[in-house]
């Protein structure tokens, strides 16, 4: 089936979305609705039909609606369009709670629509290598893995630094690195949650959190994002106990680093100002391994397209309201972490 989508918010996202979704075949997008005119005029130079007034715009020949809009109306948004028989995809986070979650997926089964979320980093590059790697047992038992995310602008732009908007770091990117976690390791995973956020720069809503996930497999997840970090860390970290692992940005940067257990170890001793450490000396030259990185493909079109053959019912979708969930529940236990000060079981 020929998919028709139109845009409800042509904002940063609707915008990309149009470049992006025509790139499969059978995708078009045809219309774009906003509540700001200028938004609607940019969309009507853009070649699409412009809408002021959603009730018109649902009525459009579309069978597929995308809410890009912030985040504290994508439940309003998304559940009208599934009101009138319209597929959605729903732009991240999904919602602002539980409940709305909730009344989005069954919104989808009483209307007998799909319902999906634009879990678009599972598709980063970096984030392929690293599940490449865990996949493959490279580095054998995997104990921790630090996903983190450091950035020096310390900027929550526009009506992401305000809470009744739903911004704050753990909306923005939280969910997606949360995502791509479940996503590689099980969606029933997590055994418990724990998590400090600050407000760095930004006075309403936290830019920075820390958070810190117990598996049930016994190893642990770290997590970091700030927006104000001059001296930044790598994106990954993967330590097992054949090897550690690093992916210093979005791209395949970073390498995998073994030991050479033929070789007789080195004895080197390192002299710090108040004493010397031989645990924490530097391996010897000749008994590490570095190794190059995966080359893991990863081609974001593949979203668009399983969505038209999920519409088609000729598969599964990828990003399933299920997993959406799951991960939301997540994010409901770091908030609660962070109020409380506890870690919360899940
Ligand atoms: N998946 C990703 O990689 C990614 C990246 C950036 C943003 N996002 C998400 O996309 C969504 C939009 O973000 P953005 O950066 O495009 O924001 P934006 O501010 O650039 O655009 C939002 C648009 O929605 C319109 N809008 C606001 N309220 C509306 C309403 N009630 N009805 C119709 N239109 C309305 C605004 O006028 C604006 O044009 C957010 O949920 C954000 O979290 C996702």
Redesign the pocket.
């Known amino acids: 089936m020929a998919i028709r989508m139109g845009i ?9 979305h149009l470049n992006n979704a025509p790139k499969v075949e059978n995708v078009s997008v045809v219309a774009a ?4 005119p200028e ?1 609607v005029q940019a969309a009507e130079e853009a070649g699409l039909k412009g809408f002021y007034n ?1 009730d018109e715009f649902l009525k459009e020949d579309i069978n597929l609606v995308l ?8 439940c ?2 998304a559940c009208a369009a599934m009101k009138a028989g319209k597929n959605v995809i ?4 999904v919602a602002m709670s539980l409940t709305e979650v909730d009344r989005m997926i069954a919104t989808a089964k009483e209307n007998n629509v799909l319902f999906t979320v ?4 599972r598709w980063d590059k970096d984030f392929r290598i690293v599940k490449e790697i865990i996949e493959t047992r490279e580095l054998g038992n995997v104990y921790a893995i630090h996903s983190r995310l450091h950035g020096t602008r310390g900027a929550m ?4 630094a305000e809470p009744e908007h ?1 911004g704050g770091m753990i ?2 990117w939280g ?2 690195f949360v995502d791509q976690l479940m996503w590689m390791l099980g969606f029933d995973a997590i055994k418990s949650v724990f998590c400090k956020t600050v407000k760095v720069k930004t006075p309403e809503v936290e830019d920075y959190f820390f958070l810190l996930l117990d598996l049930k497999s016994g190893a642990h997840i770290q997590m970091e994002v700030g927006t104000w970090v001059l001296n930044q860390l790598p994106r990954w970290m993967i330590l097992g106990d054949e090897g550690t692992a690093y992916v210093n940005d979005f791209t395949r940067n970073g390498g995998i680093i073994k030991v050479d257990e033929t070789v007789e170890p080195e004895e080197i001793v390192v002299m710090t100002t108040s004493g010397p450490t031989r645990t924490f000396a530097p391996r010897g030259k000749k008994e590490i391994i570095n190794k190059e990185l995966p080359d893991s493909p990863a081609d974001l079109t593949e979203y668009y397209a399983n969505l038209r053959d999920a519409i088609d019912g000729k598969c599964e979708l990828i990003v399933k309201p299920e997993q959406v969930r799951a991960v939301f529940t997540v994010l409901e236990a770091a908030f609660e972490s962070a109020k409380t000060g506890r870690q919360i079981e899940l």
């Not at 609705?33 to 700001?36: G, L, M």
């Not at 729903?90 to 986070?93: N, R, V, Y």
């Not at 732009?157 to 992401?160: K, L, V």
């Open positions: 409800i918010g042509f904002g940063y996202m609707g915008k990309w609705y906003d509540i700001v938004r959603l809410v890009a809009t912030p985040n504290d109306v994508h309003e948004l729903c732009e991240k986070p634009h879990q678009n980093r732009f526009g009506w992401r739903g909306y923005d969910v997606h």
